[in-house]
């Protein structure tokens, strides 16, 4: 049972490119998060999950995409990578339990530089 | 690399002692709260977790208490030992609208434990 896997676990960027952080969970959780954390700022939520083929916008959405075609997977899209999106990234999962939200399981994480 | 500590406030503890860390939340109709940890390095890891419903909880050497007129949570942990040196978060559900629900984050407090 590995949980929240993500990969990269490491990347570095030039501004302009694009890639994909790809979020795993093998738990069958409902619910799958995307975070952003800096420091100083806490984790920030970029966009979130509530089920297969749904998403929604989080905190600090702009510059990002995401797709859930798969319930156990979380995809995390930078079209065109700028800067300020340095950071490290986490992804998260949980799931409902009697109608109510429960905790998230976090991923390692995958730290981006954007250069 | 950069700590996701730096500029955080920070209590230092002597080995053995209590903390107290505190954590002030947004929304008066938040229903669930949970305090994460955070080691170097590493994603953030479930502690506890309180409803609404309930002014305090316990677990093995931590407690979380829950005031919903002030609208503040706190994690106490009872003799602190060098390996609870980390940032701690805090964390609302927010139920964006009816089935989705998002997990807000505070900024974090940094715990650093003497020996």
């Known amino acids: 049972n590995a949980g929240v896997t993500q990969t990269p676990k490491f990347r570095v960027l030039k501004t302009g490119q694009s890639m994909t952080l790809l979020c795993a969970q093998d738990m069958n959780h409902e619910y799958m998060y995307w975070y952003r954390q800096d420091p100083g700022m806490g984790l920030r939520l970029i966009h979130y999950s509530v089920g297969e083929g749904t998403t929604a916008k989080g905190e600090v959405p702009d510059g990002y995409n995401v797709s859930r075609l798969k319930k156990q997977n979380f995809l995390l899209g930078l079209e065109s990578a700028a800067p300020s999106q340095t950071s490290v990234y986490f992804c998260?999962?949980?799931?409902?339990?009697?109608?109510?939200?429960?905790?998230?399981?976090f991923g390692q994480g995958t730290r981006l530089t954007v250069v | 690399g950069e700590s996701v500590g730096l500029h955080l406030p920070t209590l230092s503890v002597q080995e053995g002692d209590n903390s107290i860390i505190n954590c002030a939340y947004s929304n008066s109709a938040s229903d669930y709260f949970i305090w994460y940890k955070q080691e170097s390095g590493k994603g953030p890891q479930f502690i506890i977790d309180?409803?609404?419903?309930?002014d305090k909880r316990q677990g093995q050497r931590v407690t979380v208490l829950l005031n919903k007129t002030v609208k503040h949570l706190s994690l106490q942990i009872a003799a602190t030992q060098p390996g609870d040196s980390a940032v701690y978060f805090c964390?609302?559900?927010?139920?964006?609208?009816?089935?989705?629900?998002?997990?807000?984050f505070g900024k974090g407090n940094q715990v650093v434990v003497i020996p």
């Open positions: 964390a609302e559900n927010i139920e964006e609208t009816e089935g989705n629900n998002r997990l807000a």
């Open positions: 309180i409803r609404s419903n309930m």
């Open positions: 998260a999962s949980s799931y409902p339990h009697g109608g109510l939200n429960t905790e998230a399981f």
